[in-house]
Structures are given as structure tokens and as C-alpha cells.
């Protein structure tokens, strides 16, 4: 492959790294304090930021909008594929929180393609076009507390048919954008079927967050950490019906919808951790040159030397990974390229936790406090190990399928 950007690409890199210097490392301290002291207020903890509502207005007229989009979503997005994403993706895990001010962020991102990819029109214009706009938040609801979700075949919540309408029963947990006020719209992913094949037992259906039924039981923290003001929420499913048109292409089809999804959403988020990571070596480099140790600066021990070479090359080589996934996507379409985007988000998110926790170690008490973002970032690529699909399922089907490669 052309490890080489397109003229396109460098010209969008040139100016989403334009806006990020403008306005969203200088905001960086303003956003800090304002989630904080939103969060002291039940009234205002799940409210988007003004904040962002200003820097979306500024994305949208500076025509970075919907990156992610490929071009057969024009003329709502950049147009682009997996690998002329990947750099403008990494550039936004650089601030963990930037993502949402181009409209990039997930679960928002994944649930824009199941809705262009499955929903019906009717979906599309009271769904999908205000998510594209930035207008409403959504939700994905998969994972479970009662089962381990990491094989969904174990997914409980049920889908029954009753006439003109399904009626959904069940209990989710860190469904990711729940909390926002802004969230307007659930993807559920429950059985409608338990007697058939294993695999064409679930489904997947559209269900406004405000129907009759649905509670949003409780936040939830991740690494002590509650994301506010999007969150992850804990759901209550309690004989919640929806019009059976909420179905999204019919019974049984819920892995299909799955593997469509979570191809892009797993990539996306190896792009960012790879960003999130850079900025985690830029910091460490910077702050080794400017502290002083045993009479020299850091940067002078060979151990740190060390350390800051390793990490440069444990995110190249994650870097190059993923560029090789998102071209195979591009090139034969996720479910080829499916062994490889396994093999990044093996890589990449083991990566990102081994490089932060080196540059919180070269901040010694500093890395784990407020004042840096090291701790949250931490936070997020540990997680990340468990979002999508596990290490452990990753490497259990990678292996299987070189397996069955290699002997075939």
C-alpha cells in the first residue's frame, strides 16, 4: 500500500491541526472547569456544554463535518475512506472530548451508519438527519449486567412481537450517551427469536428514549470516571413497546447489523487511542527535557531514553497497523479485512495503556493528578480493551480463523 497521504487528506489535516491550535487545545482548561462545575449541579451534569455547542458551530462553518462519512453519504460529510480518516481520526484522540464538536464521537458515529445502512426513510428523516446535524445524541444498548456480553449469543433482553408492535423487556448497562439530555434515540439489541440458530436469535430495534417503559436507572463510572456530561447509563427495559416498523431489516438480523457496525467502530477507536497516545509522548517528552533529577534533567537518564524510544516505537508500529486495516477495509470491505481490524484492536489499545502508563511514570505524582489529562486518558484506553469485544474474544477468534487459515 501508499503509505502516503492524498493531497486531500493533507489538506484536511492541515486544517483540522489549524482549528485544533485555535480552538481546541487553548479550551482545553476552559472545558475542565466547565464540566466540573456543571457536574455539581444534578440540573446541569448531563447537559451539553455550551462550550461545544460554539465549537460545532465553528467546525460546521470551517467545513469539518462528519469526517467520518464515506462518500456514498454526501453531501452530510467529508466523503472519505477508512485509511484518509485514519490521521484526521488519530488528531482528534489527541483531546478526548473533541470528537463531539465535529460530530465524529461515538456511539453517534456507528449509530449514523446502522440508520443510513438499515433504517427505513422514515428512520432516516426523524433519526438519522438530526444526528447528522449535530442536533440529538443517541445511544447503543447491547451489553448486559446479568450475562457476559462479551458473547452476545448471551444477550437476554427480549423482543416480542405483539400485532403492530414489539414489546422489549430487559436490563442494559454502559450504554454509552444515555445520559445526555440530548440523547433522543436507543439502538436495542435483544432476542426475538430464542428457539432459532444461535446466531439469527437477535435483533436489533429503534427505540426513543422517552417511550413509555424506559428508565435510565443510574451513571455509571468507568475507572472511577462518569464522562459527564455524555456518560454510560443503565437501562430499564420494562414492557416498552415500539411499532414494529422500529425493527431495523427484520428478525434474526441483529449480528448482521453488529459486525456491520462495530468494523468501523472498532477501527475509529484504535485511531484515536493512537492519537491519545502520541499526545501522551509528546507530553512525556516535553516534561523530561524540563525536570530536574539527581543534578540533571530526565532526559539526560538512559533509562528515560529508553522508555520515550519504546514508546515512539510501540506507536508507530500500532500507527502502521492500523493505516494496513483501514486500507484493506477500503480495498474488500470489513468482513474480509476482519482478521486484521481483530489484530488492532488487540494491539492498539494494549499500546495506548503501556505508553500512558510510561508518561504518568516519567510525571511522577503530577501524571495521576488533575492537572494533566494522563489519568483520564488512561482511564479511556483501559476501557477500551473492554468496549467492542474484549482481548480475550479478539484473540480467541483471530486464532481460530489462522488456524482454520493455515490448514485450509
Known amino acids: 500500500m501508499n503509505f502516503d497521504y492524498s493531497q486531500k487528506t493533507q489538506e484536511l489535516i492541515a486544517r483540522l ?22 457536574s455539581a449541579d444534578p440540573a446541569t451534569r448531563w447537559k451539553t456544554l455550551p462550550l461545544i455547542e460554539e465549537l460545532k458551530g465553528k467546525a460546521k462553518a470551517a467545513g469539518l463535518w462528519n469526517l467520518f462519512l464515506p462518500e456514498e453519504y454526501l453531501p452530510y460529510g467529508a ?5 484518509e480518516y485514519a490521521p484526521l481520526c488519530e488528531i482528534l484522540g489527541r ?25 427505513s426513510e422514515a428512520d432516516k428523516k426523524k433519526w438519522l438527519e438530526p444526528l447528522l446535524e449535530g442536533k440529538i445524541r443517541s445511544g447503543f444498548a447491547m451489553t448486559e449486567p446479568a450475562v457476559a456480553s462479551s458473547d452476545a449469543t448471551n444477550i437476554e433482553t427480549s423482543i416480542t412481537r405483539d400485532g403492530d408492535e414489539y414489546v422489549i423487556n430487559g436490563r442494559k448497562w454502559y450504554t454509552s450517551g444515555a445520559m445526555n439530555e440530548d440523547c433522543k434515540i436507543l439502538v436495542v439489541m435483544g432476542k426475538t ?24 436507572v443510574r451513571p455509571l463510572s468507568a475507572m472511577g470516571f462518569y464522562d459527564e456530561p455524555v456518560g454510560h447509563a443503565e437501562v430499564l427495559f420494562e ?33 484515536r487511542l493512537i492519537g491519545c497516545a502520541q499526545r501522551a509522548l509528546d507530553l512525556a517528552c516535553e516534561r523530561v527535557e524540563n525536570r530536574v533529577a539527581f543534578g540533571q534533567p530526565l532526559s539526560k537518564q538512559q533509562s528515560v531514553r529508553e522508555s520515550i524510544a519504546r514508546m515512539h ?69 483501559r476501557t477500551i480493551r473492554l468496549a467492542d469485544g474484549p482481548d480475550q474474544v479478539h484473540m480467541m477468534q483471530l486464532g481460530r480463523n489462522l488456524i482454520k487459515d493455515y490448514n485450509a
Request: charged share 20%; with cysteine.
Open 17 to 38: 491541526e489549524a482549528f485544533m491550535d485555535e480552538h481546541i487545545y487553548p479550551n482545553e482548561k476552559q472545558y475542565l472547569a466547565d464540566v466540573q462545575a456543571a
Open 79 to 83: 466523503g472519505l475512506n477508512n485509511l
Open 95 to 119: 483531546v478526548m472530548w473533541s470528537s463531539e464538536v465535529f460530530n465524529c464521537s461515538a456511539p453517534d458515529t456507528g449509530n449514523m451508519e446502522v440508520l443510513a445502512r438499515y433504517g
Open 193 to 216: 427469536d430464542p428457539s432459532a440458530v444461535r446466531h439469527e436469535q437477535q435483533s436489533q430495534i429503534l427505540v426513543p428514549i422517552d417511550t413509555k417503559g424506559v428508565t435510565v
Open 239 to 271: 414492557n416498552v413497546r415500539v411499532p414494529a416498523s422500529s425493527l431495523l431489516i427484520g428478525e434474526g438480523k441483529g449480528f448482521e447489523i453488529a459486525q456491520g457496525r462495530l468494523g468501523p467502530g472498532r477501527i475509529h477507536h484504535c485511531m
Open 313 to 381: 516505537c510501540d506507536i508507530e508500529q500500532a500507527r502502521l497497523l492500523t493505516l494496513k486495516a483501514a486500507d484493506k477495509m477500503d480495498r474488500y470491505g470489513n468482513k474480509v479485512a476482519r482478521d486484521i481490524i481483530a489484530a488492532i484492536k488487540i494491539v492498539a489499545p494494549t499500546m495506548a495503556c503501556k505508553v500512558i502508563d510510561e508518561a504518568i511514570q516519567m510525571h511522577g505524582a503530577a501524571g495521576t493528578s488533575q492537572d494533566f489529562i494522563l489519568a483520564g486518558s488512561y482511564a479511556y484506553a
